[in-house]
């Protein structure tokens, strides 16, 4: 996903969001003084491309910075939550050291991420790959990605991905330079936070403590539709469907399907 805010907007915006790290995996020193939260999806080709900016920036600011892993598995992706349960098995089975090198392998295989793809991987980890079969195949709940998903509600996010850095959030796809600016104000920040007497391993948690708490979105209502709209399916119809589309967007044509799906199922019921 691309943002359709400039660089600009993105570095003005100082809004310091509560973003816990929890039990998601990091890497990078505990006691760093920028934590880089990322919220990713192991089928999207702007969260996979961002891995190469991240690597920079480590490279940039080396000591500076710990990355923090959440999974936002989209369900416009298939393949994307049994790639997050691979990683996840992974890091149950190894720790995060077997967490970032499965997401690595993952990376580096997406967009193939087939079963036979995932179970490959899990065999070049030294996996159990019979429990790594099973993990990738359940259909019952994981704590972890639902954990993730509820945060990502919290905060209001829509697609992926999304940063936040020392809880400053980044939205898309950005170039390095972007994340670089916000990243030395945040290391002024949280440099004046230790000259104060705060640890350093403490810094995160005291920037989170004034940090923006936003509770789910409220429904929005939607208002009925005009004689004058476009509208198909009976007018008395107790369920009404509306659409917000780009004829440009690929997510928007690739939706039209399962509309049709819709229609033909709910034929008296949907309009």
């Known amino acids: 996903m691309f ?15 509560f973003v816990p790290v929890g ?18 999806d192991f089928a999207c080709p702007y969260c996979q491309r961002s891995q190469q900016t991240l690597d920079e920036l480590e ?16 369900a416009m992706h298939p393949r994307a939550l049994p790639a997050a349960l691979l990683a996840i098995e992974a890091q149950r089975q190894q720790g995060e050291r077997g967490f970032w090198q ?14 036979s793809d995932l179970e490959r991987i899990a065999g070049a980890l030294g996996l159990n790959v019979t429990a790594a079969r099973r993990a990738i195949a359940t259909t019952a709940p994981n704590a972890v990605t639902d954990t993730d998903a509820d945060l990502a509600e919290d905060l209001e996010l829509k697609g992926t ?6 809880g400053r959030h980044v939205k898309g796809a950005q170039p390095a330079e972007v994340f670089a600016t916000v990243i030395d104000q945040s290391l002024v920040e949280a440099r004046a936070l230790v000259a104060g007497g705060v ?25 009925a539709p005009t004689a004058s709209e476009p509208s198909r399916g009976p007018r008395n119809a107790p369920v009404v469907l509306t659409l917000f589309c780009d004829f440009q967007c690929p997510y928007c044509a690739r939706v039209a399907p399962t509309l049709d ?7 008296r019921d949907l309009r």
């Not at 490279?59 to 598995?73: A, D, I, Q, S």
């Not at 799906?261 to 034929?267: D, I, M």
């Open 102 to 115: 499965a997401a690595d392998r993952l990376w580096e295989s997406a967009p193939a991420l087939e079963d």
């Open 199 to 223: 640890p350093r391993a403490d810094v995160y948690a005291e920037l989170m403590k004034q940090g923006r708490r936003t509770a789910p979105p409220e429904r929005k209502q939607v208002p």
């Open 23 to 40: 039990t998601s995996p990091t890497r990078g020193p505990a006691n760093a003084l920028v934590t880089v939260v990322e919220f990713s």
């Open 59 to 74: 490279r940039r600011y080396p000591g500076e910075l710990r990355f923090v892993f959440k999974h936002l598995p989209l």
């Open 261 to 267: 799906v819709l229609a033909r199922e709910f034929p």
């Open 161 to 166: 991905p999304h940063f936040f850095v020392n």
């Open 3 to 17: 943002s359709r805010r400039s660089p600009r907007d993105v570095v003005e915006d100082t809004t310091s969001w």
